[in-house]
């Protein structure tokens, strides 16, 4: 393998696994307030069909990313209205959150089926291209890969390092008790559950107007559901949380890599690897009953109500 090669993995495994990141990390905090939403899926694609119709309006890709996050966050909000407010199975709600997310998004991007996006380039590239070394390199991702570096960086200081992220992660862990000393349970799963949904439509967003600059109905094909196994996988760490988003962004991009070098296997089992790879991944994490209770949320899961 040569060195250009290697280089252009590495570039590809980062564009690949930046909706994961941006996924999963979102899902980390809303989990972490002890609220378990499984509709990413649902959520990525609303995020991903309102950015492309926004991008496409406005010929801006922030406008696009921006429009995602609110359509991410607004579903969110309807789920949180749904399992926080009215104690409904968490689960049941998010699965019905899923599948209305999808059927959504194929009704708004009906006319748009098959339609390309074409937008100026970055201007941020210009910049960075100035850095010695590694300027040409990092030129070749959009700052929305670098966004999620930061958002990463935040969510990891947030959760250790401030009292919030404290009090964060003590709702999670038992709401009756934080309830009981003066903290507003509700409103903390609520904005944590809204944070993550938000993140689910910028990872949308970024499918549709960076990764792949158009709209195909299902086009997240089925990356919200690795997302949120990637919580599991990373045990509820920020930091693992995102090597597993790099780690199945590798093994996409080299099932790409291996058809195009023409390794005589059925194309259909090549992009099957990665789901392949979170199943073999998810079943040897949860072996382990002792890891999984030892960084879950305690009340992940589990409705709360503050009675008077």
Do not use: C
């Not at 507003?184 to 809204?194: M, N």
Request: proline share 5%; charged share 5%; net charge positive.
């Amino acid at each position: 393998m040569t060195g250009s090669m290697l280089i252009s993995i590495v570039m590809a495994t980062l564009v690949a696994g930046t909706p994961l990141a941006y996924a999963a990390l979102g899902e980390l905090v809303a989990e972490e307030s002890g609220v378990l939403n499984l509709g990413i899926e649902g959520m990525m694609l609303a995020g991903a069909v309102t950015g492309f119709i926004a991008a496409s309006a406005t010929n801006s890709v922030w406008i696009g990313v921006a429009a995602g996050m609110m359509a991410g966050a607004a579903l969110a909000a309807v789920f949180a209205v749904v399992a926080i407010t009215l104690l409904a199975s968490q689960v049941a709600a998010g699965l019905a959150l899923a599948i209305f997310g999808t059927g959504l998004s194929s009704l708004l991007g009906k006319g748009y089926t098959g339609t390309s996006l074409v937008l100026e380039p970055s201007s941020v590239a210009a910049v960075v291209n100035q850095i010695p070394i590694v300027g040409p390199l990092l030129t070749q991702l959009h700052p929305l890969v670098y966004l999620s570096w930061l958002l990463f960086a935040g969510v990891n200081y947030f959760l250790y390092k401030t009292k919030a992220g404290l009090i964060l992660r003590a709702v999670g862990e038992s709401p009756a008790s934080a309830h009981a000393i003066g903290y507003p349970v509700i409103r903390i799963r609520y904005l944590a559950t809204i944070f993550g949904g938000a993140m689910s439509g910028v990872a949308g967003a970024y499918l549709a107007t960076v990764y792949t600059p158009l709209w195909t109905e299902g086009m997240t094909a089925g990356r919200g559901w690795i997302a949120l196994a990637l919580v599991v996988f990373g045990t509820w760490r920020p930091a693992r949380v995102l090597f597993g988003a790099y780690l199945f962004g590798g093994v996409t991009t080299a099932q790409l890599f291996a058809q195009g070098a023409g390794i005589p296997l059925p194309p259909e089992l090549m992009s099957s690897l990665p789901y392949i790879a979170t199943i073999v991944v998810l079943v040897l994490i949860t072996r382990s009953r002792t890891l999984v209770r030892m960084n879950a949320p305690a009340a992940l899961g589990q409705s709360f109500h503050a009675y008077a």
